[in-house]
């Protein structure tokens, strides 16, 4: 086993190298030692500047999460921290890979530092439901700026080398190797010679700070937080970073941490962090299973869907052909496509180079024949199992061998879709979100016959487009939207039983999800749903006859609500009146209904019916149900996912609800499913479930 931490000598530099495979977390088993070299090197006079670098193909990404919520061994980092700052040699922290969290944090108790122009180096704490606690939002205010400060740290996401370098974080980027130029960085320090100023010295960016910038910046992210407590305790931090001595601030900083990494949001959010690793292993696809080759995407259908799709692809490098049926079809799509990279290089997250190039990468094409060369080939056609398996049928005659043929269904059989092929093996469902190039989830459809390649492939293509993928089997609706119809299967009722859409929504926004269902609805588009219904013999009572009068939401000016200003809903007295007649209708005599029971109502079947899914082995663990709907649903990241969320809040409590409703409404979306209640019963938990079958 290599040592965690090494010392080497360059003359009179020496080089401390971290050595904590696989991201140099910094674990209590590498602080220790790290402590005792920062002591030795110091006390050494023949030492006249340190090197802090790190093994393997990162510096350190970040604490060891596995030990929040535990007794904290010392040293911690604010030890090591507190030690590297008063160090007077020269201390220059060599930077690789990326530098995140408490990696980041570790190197701002140093002087200097240098970095490879392709690092990266972030604070992603508030994605963990924390802030950083070892200084990083006192410290990092010192060297950018509170207002640029407050960006890196409530983003959570890592800026590059460059930024780093134009905002004063990194002091140097090199090209070539990086310790060697490292060494020689610090050896012209220490000719230049001392005192050196250790980041909590430098208070010019602090005393020309504009506090009341800084606080409007603050007020326009407690808006968009929507409950969250970590983006908030950063600002303050930050804030605090602004006003208050270092040493004071440094302890505020910690009091924030404390309270966080003990709260159910933090718990949460580490729950999904976990849960997220752990949807990439799947059974029957182990390290052994080597993922296909995949040089070149083919779409079918340049569309809403289809278009996002592609724009996915081009944007993790793998270039497209893009088939439509018509040459107008097709250039709509295309010209869909460059406006919304247009869209990118106006608001300044893309360059215009950069969109020249990724539109090089589009091959229009209304000929199959043009598809022949392409490793994986994803059909975005209209939901239609005849149309689908017509699109195979001739994917089947034209694909070359070792092609993977996928269908962006959202709710059809793929086990049907797949043997309209001769080969099974290489097809598998791909189930995009829209808008397709914006939201990360992405949902694996495994057939009884996709080959383990296929799904190793999928999950590598998921990584590389930037989507997080999990891995469903075959029912209707999937994961998603099977739970989705569950949670939606009683929302008319709850109108007709005297609630109105606004409090329905209310109470979705008060839980914490963006928008609520009537909202979503009109944003969707009524006719689609009603389109559906009509195609199954289904009726509904109020979104059917608000279709009926050309009310599709958003796109028509009104649905559930009215829209006289764009986007902005408005409670409508004619949809009101509607409900009011239809209730009449049905003998219904309408009531006050508390926020209480639309939660029970409508998220305690979503969970039902996430239980069933899970014994009938369409999804694998409970926490996979968890990503899926916060990826792709908008299920609250603070409250860990539906399974979750259940869990914490009582099985027992919501079986219990669960029968009350089906002892007064008969409808089976209430029947306690016999795991959910076994669960109740025994106190057990979704995750116990998970290690009984591993």
Do not use: Q
């Given at each position: 086993m290599n040592q965690p931490v090494t010392v080497s000598r360059d003359a009179d530099?020496?080089?401390?190298?971290?050595?904590?495979?696989?991201?140099?977390?910094?674990?209590?088993?590498?602080?220790?030692?790290?402590?005792?070299?920062?002591?030795?090197?110091?006390?050494?006079?023949?030492?006249?500047?340190?090197?802090?670098?790190?093994?393997?193909?990162?510096?350190?990404?970040?604490?060891?999460?596995?030990?929040f919520g535990k007794p904290m061994q010392r040293p911690d980092l604010r030890d090591l921290i507190a030690t590297l700052e008063k160090i007077e040699k020269p201390t220059v922290a060599a930077i690789h890979g990326t530098a995140l969290g408490g990696g980041l944090e570790l190197a701002l108790g140093c002087h200097f530092r240098v970095a490879v122009k392709e690092a990266r180096l972030g604070l992603p704490e508030v994605k963990l439901g924390l802030l950083p606690g070892a200084?990083?939002?006192?410290?990092?205010?010192?060297?950018?700026?509170?207002?640029?400060?407050l960006k890196v740290i409530v983003s959570g996401t890592p800026i590059g080398a460059g930024e780093a370098l134009q905002g004063g974080l990194v002091d140097a980027v090199h090209d070539g190797e990086l310790v060697a130029n490292a060494v020689a960085f610090a050896r012209a320090k220490v000719a230049e010679g001392g005192p050196f100023k250790a980041v909590r010295d430098r208070r010019e960016r602090i005393e020309e700070a504009d506090l009341a910038a800084f606080d409007a910046d603050a007020a326009e992210l407690a808006k968009k937080a929507r409950g969250l407590e970590a983006?908030?305790?950063?600002a303050q931090s930050v804030r605090n970073a602004i006003t208050l001595p270092f040493d004071e601030a440094l302890a505020k900083e910690r009091d924030f941490f404390v309270h966080l990494v003990s709260g159910e949001q933090s718990r949460a959010q580490r729950h999904l962090f976990f849960a997220e690793r752990e949807a990439a292993k799947v059974a029957g696809v182990g390290k052994d299973v080597k993922p296909r080759e995949i040089r070149r995407a083919g779409i079918i259908g340049a569309g809403t869907m289809g278009g996002g799709i592609a724009m996915s692809f081009v944007n993790g490098g793998i270039p497209v052909t893009l088939l439509e049926m018509s040459k107008e079809a097709l250039d709509r799509g295309l010209a869909t496509i460059e406006k919304n990279y247009a869209i990118s290089v106006s608001r300044g997250s893309l360059a215009e180079d950069a969109k020249t190039k990724?539109?090089?990468?589009?091959?229009?094409?209304?000929?199959?024949?043009?598809?022949?060369?392409?490793?994986?080939?994803?059909?975005?056609?209209?939901?239609?199992?005849?149309?689908?398996?017509?699109?195979?049928?001739?994917?089947?005659?034209?694909?070359?061998a070792g092609a993977i043929l996928a269908s962006n269904t959202s709710y059809l059989d793929v086990d049907q879709i797949a043997a309209i092929t001769a080969r099974p093996q290489d097809v598998v469902g791909l189930h995009f979100f829209s808008p397709a190039n914006v939201m990360k989830l992405l949902e694996i459809v495994r057939g009884k016959k996709t080959a383990p390649d296929?799904?190793?492939?999928?999950?590598?293509?998921?990584?590389?487009?930037?989507?997080?993928?999990?891995?469903?089997?075959?029912?209707?609706?999937?994961?998603?939207?099977?739970?989705?119809?569950?949670?939606?299967?009683?929302?008319?009722?709850?109108?007709?039983e005297g609630a109105s859409p606004a409090e329905?929504?209310?109470?979705?926004?008060?839980?914490?999800?963006?928008?609520?269902p009537f909202q979503m609805a009109d944003l969707a588009g009524l006719d689609i749903g009603w389109r559906n219904r009509k195609s199954l013999g289904k009726t509904a009572a109020i979104a059917d006859p608000l279709c009926e009068q050309g009310r599709f939401g958003q796109k028509t000016g009104s649905g559930y609500y009215l829209y006289e200003n764009g986007r902005t809903p408005k409670n409508d007295p004619e949809v009101e009146k509607l409900i009011e007649e239809k209730a009449r209708e049905r003998g219904i005599e309408r009531r006050?209904?508390?926020?209480?029971?639309?939660?029970?109502?409508?998220?305690?079947?979503?969970?039902?019916?996430?239980?069933?899914?899970?014994?009938?082995?369409?999804?694998?663990?409970?926490?996979?149900?968890?990503?899926v709907w916060v990826n792709g649903y908008g299920f609250p990241v603070g409250k860990g996912g539906p399974m979750f969320w259940a869990e914490a809040h009582g099985l027992k409590k919501i079986v219990?609800?669960?029968?009350h409703w089906h002892t007064r409404t008969g409808k089976a979306v209430f029947e306690p499913a016999p795991l959910l209640r076994r669960l109740a019963a025994s106190g057990g938990s979704f995750a116990e479930l998970r290690e009984a079958a591993a």
């Open positions: 530099v020496a080089v401390i190298t971290l050595d904590n495979p696989p991201v140099n977390a910094l674990s209590f088993h590498l602080r220790a030692p790290l402590m005792t070299a920062l002591e030795t090197l110091r006390d050494d006079d023949t030492v006249k500047a340190m090197v802090l670098t790190c093994a393997g193909r990162t510096f350190v990404a970040g604490a060891d999460i596995t030990e200084g990083g939002t006192v410290r990092l205010p010192y060297i950018l700026g509170p207002r640029k400060a983006p908030v305790a950063c990724r539109m090089a990468m589009f091959t229009g094409t209304t000929d199959y024949a043009d598809l022949a060369d392409c490793d994986i080939i994803i059909e975005a056609v209209f939901e239609d199992m005849d149309v689908k398996k017509d699109v195979f049928g001739k994917l089947d005659k034209i694909a070359k296929v799904l190793a492939t999928a999950l590598a293509v998921a990584k590389r487009i930037a989507k997080v993928p999990v891995v469903v089997g075959v029912c209707h609706g999937f994961v998603g939207n099977r739970m989705l119809a569950a949670r939606s299967a009683d929302s008319e009722d709850l109108l007709l329905v929504d209310k109470s979705f926004t008060d839980f914490g999800w963006p928008m609520g006050e209904i508390s926020a209480e029971e639309i939660t029970e109502r409508s998220l305690y079947p979503m969970i039902n019916e996430g239980a069933r899914i899970l014994e009938e082995g369409i999804a694998a663990r409970a926490s996979d149900i968890d990503i219990e609800r669960l029968d």
